[in-house]
């Protein structure tokens, strides 16, 4: 099969043997892969990444960055075929959706960051048979394929626990933010205020959801944020992952604010811990989802009550995932490349 590779810190494009399901495992074709965030910190900062994960005790990380890695974990795909022991009880054919995980004699493995399970840039995976989720007749395999990031909104927005005195805001609007902005609308939580320096984010937040948008360079987003809330009680999502963010938050944040982690900084980062004790601050770092969260942002996709089509700003083959990893790097240039290997 061809597939993008991560080889040597670099994206390349090379032939690989299709991989061969074992037991409860399903070979899949690959019908579209979403470039997230992750892959794109982790082509830059695989070692850290590798070495945070096993001080943190992931069980699902298990990857080499010196081998061939095959990146790629928000994916719609289609069943090829079946290894032994399954159940069968979906036809060759049938599309699907799954949360990126593979369970195999050894354990667990994250699909897409593993060098034995490739993923969604490739066009060929492997797939745990009880994960399978059809994807409901009707629905464009590209929404499909954006389950796994709203999954990720929907489950930090459940972390923060909202209560109707409460109102959002969400410093950054890349694919997380957005997520995030999407889930609260699912919600009915409001209002919502959403900051990003970047015009076309700011765009996108709007057709999400967001009530009240604002550029922090024209004004601080906790002004936005105040003007907006009246006497609701602050839950922030810091959606950006970079360093000095979160102090940033700490510092501006009122008294009992909530802060909702979900940007992925690759770096090593600074705080005040007096700032949090002296305001009683609550900080919670969120991860991944829920298999019960991941079949909602699915159904909430199909039911169209997640506005997804406008995120899908680019299409690219396998051959092309390298150039698009470099077009990311740029925020107002796309929100979601989806690579769309076949």
């Given at each position: 099969?061809?597939?993008?590779?991560?080889?040597?810190?670099?994206?390349?494009?090379?032939?690989?043997?299709?991989?061969?399901?074992?037991?409860?495992?399903?070979?899949?074709?690959?019908?579209?892969?979403?470039?997230?965030?992750?892959?794109?910190?982790?082509?830059?900062?695989?070692?850290?990444?590798?070495?945070?994960?096993?001080?943190?005790?992931?069980?699902?990380?298990?990857?080499?960055?010196?081998?061939?890695?095959?990146?790629?974990?928000?994916?719609?795909?289609?069943?090829?075929?079946?290894?032994?022991?399954?159940?069968?009880?979906?036809?060759?054919?049938?599309?699907?959706?799954?949360?990126?995980?593979?369970?195999?004699?050894?354990?667990?493995?994250?699909?897409?960051?593993?060098?034995?399970?490739?993923?969604?840039?490739?066009?060929?995976?492997?797939?745990?048979?009880?994960?399978?989720?059809?994807?409901?007749?009707?629905?464009?395999?590209?929404?499909?394929?954006?389950?796994?990031?709203?999954?990720?909104?929907?489950?930090?927005?459940?972390?923060?626990?909202?209560?109707?005195?409460?109102?959002?805001?969400?410093?950054?609007?890349?694919?997380?933010?957005?997520?995030?902005?999407?889930?609260?609308?699912?919600?009915?939580?409001?209002?919502?205020?959403?900051?990003?320096?970047?015009?076309?984010?700011?765009?996108?937040?709007?057709?999400?959801?967001?009530?009240?948008?604002?550029?922090?360079?024209?004004?601080?987003?906790?002004?936005?944020w105040r003007?907006?809330?009246?006497?609701?009680?602050?839950?922030?999502?810091?959606?950006?992952?970079?360093?000095?963010?979160?102090?940033?938050?700490?510092?501006?944040?009122?008294?009992?604010?909530?802060?909702?982690?979900?940007?992925?900084?690759?770096?090593?980062?600074?705080?005040?811990?007096?700032?949090?004790?002296?305001?009683?601050?609550?900080?919670?770092?969120?991860?991944?989802?829920?298999?019960?969260?991941?079949?909602?942002?699915?159904?909430?996709?199909?039911?169209?009550?997640?506005?997804?089509?406008?995120?899908?700003?680019?299409?690219?083959?396998?051959?092309?995932v390298a150039?698009?990893?470099?077009?990311?790097?740029?925020?107002?240039?796309?929100?979601?490349?989806?690579?769309?290997?076949?």
């Open positions: 099969m061809q597939a993008a590779i991560m080889r040597d810190g670099e994206i390349v494009t090379d032939t690989l043997p299709d991989p061969e399901p074992g037991p409860g495992q399903v070979l899949v074709r690959t019908l579209a892969c979403g470039i997230c965030g992750s892959d794109l910190h982790a082509l830059r900062h695989a070692d850290r990444m590798v070495e945070a994960a096993r001080e943190s005790g992931v069980p699902s990380f298990d990857f080499d960055p010196g081998r061939d890695v095959v990146f790629g974990h928000e994916f719609c795909a289609e069943i090829l075929d079946f290894g032994p022991g399954t159940l069968r009880n979906l036809a060759v054919g049938t599309r699907v959706c799954s949360m990126p995980l593979v369970f195999h004699p050894g354990g667990v493995s994250a699909v897409g960051y593993s060098n034995r399970f490739p993923g969604g840039y490739g066009e060929r995976m492997l797939l745990s048979e009880p994960l399978l989720l059809p994807v409901p007749d009707g629905l464009d395999a590209e929404l499909a394929a954006l389950t796994e990031p709203m999954a990720v909104g929907i489950h930090a927005v459940a972390r923060a626990r909202m209560q109707r005195s409460d109102a959002a805001l969400v410093l950054g609007c890349g694919p997380v933010g957005l997520a995030v902005i999407a889930a609260l609308g699912l919600e009915e939580r409001g209002p919502v205020v959403a900051a990003d320096f970047s015009p076309r984010r700011r765009a996108l937040a709007e057709r999400l959801g967001a009530d009240v948008v604002v550029d922090p360079a024209e004004e601080p987003a906790i002004e936005a003007r907006a809330a009246g006497p609701k009680l602050p839950v922030f999502f810091e959606c950006v992952g970079v360093p000095g963010v979160i102090h940033q938050l700490m510092r501006d944040a009122p008294r009992g604010a909530r802060i909702v982690v979900a940007g992925v900084c690759m770096e090593e980062d600074r705080i005040q811990p007096m700032l949090g004790i002296n305001k009683e601050l609550s900080l919670d770092f969120v991860l991944g989802y829920t298999p019960e969260e991941f079949a909602g942002a699915l159904r909430a996709i199909a039911e169209g009550r997640i506005p997804v089509a406008d995120l899908v700003t680019g299409r690219v083959g396998i051959g092309g150039g698009a990893f470099e077009e990311l790097a740029n925020p107002d240039a796309h929100a979601k490349i989806l690579v769309r290997p076949e």
